[in-house]
């Protein structure tokens, strides 16, 4: 066993001894924080987190984020309350232009809007330009390329409106 790992495995032995928590897990939230924008109040975040352009990027009251969330945020990006984002999601607000040569020395960027109380299913990718609407769902995998209706259920490559929650039974009509 390489010395890391030993040194990890002895942090989170002492950790659960004196009760804790999670010391490293806090420490990252913390210094994400930091960075982002936006009160933060609530957020909940599982490591590893990638931020690019932590600055652009704010993020509401009440988020819980998943492991492997990766936001490219050089375009902006607002995250609302009460989001809810699964594992291994991608939100991108900077890419290249495919009609440029060299594609290497071009930038896009378009901000990225994501409402209150949205859930994005695991592995789906939100693209430069978009907003996901007021407590719309996004389905697993999905790619989202065009704007999402409040409350829509979107799912499938590209993504595509497939229900629509219920906004009385939510309390919200």
């Not at 790992?5 to 490293?24: D, T």
């Not at 592995?123 to 409350?151: D, M, Y």
Request: hydrophobic residues 40%; glycine residues 12%; proline residues 4%.
């Amino acid at each position: 066993m390489s010395v890391r790992r030993q040194i990890a495995r002895w942090l989170w032995k002492l950790e659960r001894r004196l009760g804790l928590g999670n010391l490293a897990q806090s420490y990252k939230t913390g210094q994400l924080r930091s960075m982002l924008g936006g009160s933060h109040t609530g957020l909940r975040i599982q490591h590893p987190v990638v931020i690019e352009h932590p600055e652009k990027v704010s993020i509401g009251r009440g988020c819980s984020i998943a492991a492997f969330l990766h936001v490219w945020g050089g375009g902006g990006v607002t995250i609302g309350d009460r989001v809810l984002i699964a594992s291994h999601v991608s939100i991108v607000s900077e890419t290249h232009d495919y009609t440029a040569h060299p594609m290497t020395e071009t930038a896009v960027r378009k901000p990225v809007v994501i409402e209150d109380d949205v859930w994005l299913g695991t592995h789906c990718t939100i693209l430069p330009g978009v907003t996901v609407g007021r407590g719309a769902v996004i389905g697993a995998g999905a790619v989202v390329t065009k704007n999402v209706e409040p409350f829509a259920i979107q799912a499938g490559v590209p993504a595509r409106k497939v229900g629509e929650r219920d906004k009385r039974a939510l309390g919200l009509a």
